[in-house]
């Protein structure tokens, strides 16, 4: 196997279990904001009033404990974190990358965790249905990198599966679906311009080399804590009961040190084989999530939404070897 090979199948490897990180973390999500039966046994979930400087709360807290652990694994996962990091502000335009990347994603979050909070189960995921196709798009036309007609056959596939899995008319809507929708849409171009963004500071700029995924990660990670937590002066007061802060702040460190792993493994995909297939192997997300919350929740799984599953697994799994294959 030759060394470009092995790099691209690391980088899809990586992906995917990133997508199964971001998968169950976003069944954690729900739990915050609607009560669900787990494995159908067991009450749990509908802590917390689906509100807006409730939804920057959160993103907040998992920010911070995500920034913290991941500061306190860096001797271990890359020793010169902290020197690259002091090193940063002589390079400008990687810096200037690096910060608009931590903002792309603040909102992207935001808009994110809200739609999650608004919406029945096939709108949340349809949030994750928008931005692999932004994020080809804008690879197209930032960087040139045109998609091989393979790959648009396969993302049509893909879409046209997610879209399948998304339709299901037994879910009841959980708050303000216009408000979901519109967050959803957000969301997707927030997350699809952080991969264009995230790829100019992971695989760098002539005459500067990127950033390692390690420090790349904790720099977004501490802005976008940041950036919540200065949100948070301008936003209405929580609404989050004392009783409940126990097991809010359980199922936000599970799901911050979820989301900690999921987004080093894409980052560091996004490095090795770039943002565009990257986003198109990220589109397994919302099928994962579907199977979690069927599994999980016991949400019921529609013909139509099985049906898409299959699409978006062959999708994903045709992706990966054709291309292994170009190279």
């Known amino acids: 196997m030759t060394p470009l090979r092995s790099t691209k199948l690391w980088g899809i490897g990586l992906v995917l279990l990133s997508a199964l990180g971001l998968s169950i973390q976003n069944v954690v999500l729900r739990l915050f904001f609607t009560e669900s039966q787990l494995f159908g046994q067991i009450p749990f979930g509908g802590f917390v009033t ?5 939804v920057v ?8 404990v995500m920034t913290l ?4 694994l ?27 990347s931590g903002v792309c994603l603040f909102f992207g979050l935001v808009l994110l965790y809200t739609a999650l909070s608004q919406v029945a189960t096939g709108v949340a995921i349809a949030t994750f249905f928008i931005y ?3 994020t080809v798009l804008l690879a197209w036309l930032f960087f040139r990198q045109a998609p091989p007609n393979y790959q648009l056959w396969l993302m049509g596939v893909i879409f046209i599966g997610v879209v399948l899995t998304s339709l299901n008319p037994s879910a009841t809507p959980a708050g303000n679906p216009l408000l979901g929708g519109i967050c959803a849409l957000g969301a997707g171009l927030g997350l699809g311009l952080y991969g264009i963004v995230a790829e100019l500071s992971l695989k760098g700029q002539p005459p500067h080399s990127g950033l390692h995924p390690v420090p790349f990660s904790l720099c977004i990670f ?15 007061e929580t609404t989050i009961a004392p009783m409940v802060w126990p097991p809010v702040l359980g199922m936000t460190l ?3 040190i979820l989301t900690l792993m999921a ?21 397994s997300a919302p099928v994962l999530t579907a199977l979690f919350a069927w599994w999980i929740l016991q949400e019921e799984l529609q013909q139509q939404q099985i049906i898409g599953i299959g699409l978006v697994t062959v999708g994903v799994a045709m992706l990966s070897l054709k291309s292994r294959k170009s190279d």
């Open 57 to 64: 709360l959160l993103l907040a807290i998992r920010m911070s």
């Open 222 to 236: 501490t802005l976008v804590a940041i950036l919540a937590s200065l949100m948070l002066l301008f936003l209405q």
């Open 132 to 134: 692999p196709a932004i």
């Open 50 to 54: 689906p509100r807006l400087s409730n």
């Open 263 to 283: 987004y080093v493994l894409n980052n560091s995909g996004i490095g090795l084989i770039g943002a565009s297939l990257t986003a198109l192997l990220s589109a």
């Open 69 to 72: 652990l991941l500061a306190g």
């Open 254 to 256: 599970f799901s911050a």
């Open 74 to 100: 860096t001797p271990w996962l890359y020793p010169k974190t902290f020197r690259v990091l002091s090193a940063l502000p002589k390079t400008p335009k990687l810096l200037g990358s690096v910060v608009a």
